[in-house]
């Protein structure tokens, strides 16, 4: 820990509530990416937060994009080149009745465990992203400089599946090319501790449509000579898995590699309590493959889930409808080499195979993602590990993660740089759901956590 750290840290604490209200700010803008009408705020948003890391001294600019803009922002300083990243875009809000509060309200509130921020937002990812950002800033205001070269790299289309993300990289990959990026859009091992996470899932999205008959059908009329296409999405939707769990899409599991004995034990170590796992969402048994842990069913094994189904008379009171088409939205979680091309190719001609007389079935992807996997070996892991380590109850943890940030592997893959997932998320903040939260613990110790990975890669 260098001397340069202690007046940053009791910096942040000072400024706390200030901080609070800039993140109050940035979540009263109703940036939802996957729904037209909120463009304006995703533009918005990405106009605040250029212009909030103006205000810290950042290089700072607004990119058009095909879709809602990034932002970026860079500023000059020694030592190793940082690079980070978060998403300014979040999910939609409804069920809205499901809601305490307005979603765009953010409103801090004492619970059990702690003081919350609640609203949409607040932990995926504004919350998180504002993290750096705050550390940034108490650095700055403290020793007029920054401790590193650092640049910024706002996204807006996260949650949307990043579709402008891939030419975007590729067109400024010398402006976007540093040491280290630093993702901060994941969650804590535990409330007491920290988390560098080691692994993400990839993600493949499938929508189908399967269309029977002409028009909707009397089903007193026609039912029986009819095939109702609910019927039949209905029978896909059950062969997807078998008694066992496993997914039976042929080669599907292609390229999902086995856990070494190292990697087992040290999950063993990690002490995950599965029951407290399930027991906080209302369940008390794993449905994944059998014969898996809990901790591999999430971090390590892939899935494949229905997001939704839509199909006949959903209204109130009852209607004998038989329905001329019914559609599905199915997405799978891909791990180690599984390849969502492969895969998708497959999954539409086991559907369609599947096919009685007089349907057809189509098909809409919705991104295809591959699994990443950080290598550790990059001496930087170690260092930001010990300066989490520092802030937190307990010693900071390697993990992995069941969720997706398209961002991860295209560093590597487009750029040929690691990156660093530190986040400060909790099981329970109730992302892309009703109610989402954010702890101030984990905000202001999230603040506290950036200066210190900051202080630890720039002095060592
Ligand atoms: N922050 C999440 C990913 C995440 C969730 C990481 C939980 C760690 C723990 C991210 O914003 C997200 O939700 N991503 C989407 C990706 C998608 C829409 C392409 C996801 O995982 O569903
Ligand atoms: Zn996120």
Redesign the pocket.
């Known amino acids: 820990m260098s001397a340069e750290l202690d007046p940053v840290l009791a910096h942040i604490d000072a400024e706390l509530p200030n901080a609070l209200e800039r993140l109050k700010e940035l979540l009263r803008i109703p940036s939802i990416s996957t729904d037209p009408a909120f463009a304006a705020d995703c533009d918005k948003a990405a106009d605040w937060l250029t212009a909030d890391l103006a205000s810290i001294g950042f290089d700072s600019s607004k990119r058009e994009t095909p879709g809602h803009p990034m932002v970026l922002g860079h500023v000059e300083g020694t030592g190793p080149h940082l690079m980070f990243y978060g998403?300014y875009d979040v999910q939609p809000v409804d069920p809205l009745d499901l809601w305490d509060n307005d979603p765009f309200d953010p409103q801090i509130e004492d619970t059990p465990k702690g003081q919350v921020i609640r609203g949409r937002g607040t932990s995926?990812?504004k919350g998180?992203l504002m993290t750096f950002v705050e550390a940034c800033r108490a650095w700055k205001a403290v020793h007029g400089t920054l401790p590193a070269k650092i640049s910024l790299f706002f996204e807006g289309e996260?949650?949307s599946g990043s579709p402008s993300l891939v030419p975007f990289m590729q067109e400024n990959a010398a402006e976007l090319t540093a040491d280290m990026a630093l993702i901060c859009?994941t969650g804590l091992f535990d409330d007491e501790t920290p988390a560098v996470t080691t692994r993400l899932r990839g993600l493949l999205g499938e929508e189908i449509t399967i269309e029977g008959p002409s028009l909707d059908l009397h089903s007193g009329m026609y039912g029986g000579a009819a095939m109702n296409p609910i019927r039949v999405l209905s029978k896909i939707i059950a062969a997807l898995h078998d008694d066992n769990g496993r997914i039976t899409v042929p080669g599907f599991y292609d390229g999902v590699p086995e856990l070494t004995n190292e990697q087992r034990a040290q999950w063993e170590d990690l002490g995950f309590d599965d029951k407290a796992f399930l027991g906080d969402v209302g369940l008390n048994t794993p449905a994944g493959e059998a014969g898996r842990s809990t901790l591999e069913m999430i971090w390590s094994r892939p899935t494949c889930e229905v997001n939704g189904i839509i199909g006949g008379y959903t209204g109130d009171g009852f209607k004998t409808v038989l329905p001329s088409k019914a559609s599905a939205k199915i997405s799978f979680r891909l791990v180690g080499d599984q390849d969502p091309h492969a895969i998708r190719d497959s999954f539409r001609k086991m559907v369609t195979d599947m096919l009685p007389p007089d349907c057809t079935a189509t098909f809409r992807g919705h991104g295809a993602s591959q699994a990443s996997t950080m290598s550790t070996d990059n001496p930087m892991f170690e260092q930001a590990r010990l300066a989490l380590s520092d802030e937190w109850p307990r010693p900071a943890a390697f993990i992995g993660s069941g969720?997706s940030?398209p961002i991860a592997g295209h560093f590597k893959d487009i750029l040929g740089m690691d990156a660093m997932l530190i986040g400060f998320g909790r099981d329970d903040d109730a992302?892309h759901s009703p109610n989402e939260k954010y702890a101030l613990d984990s905000f202001h110790r999230g603040i506290r956590s950036w200066a210190r990975i900051l202080d630890k890669l720039a002095h060592g």
């Open positions: 998403h995926d990812d998180q996260e949650e859009d969720g940030i992302i």
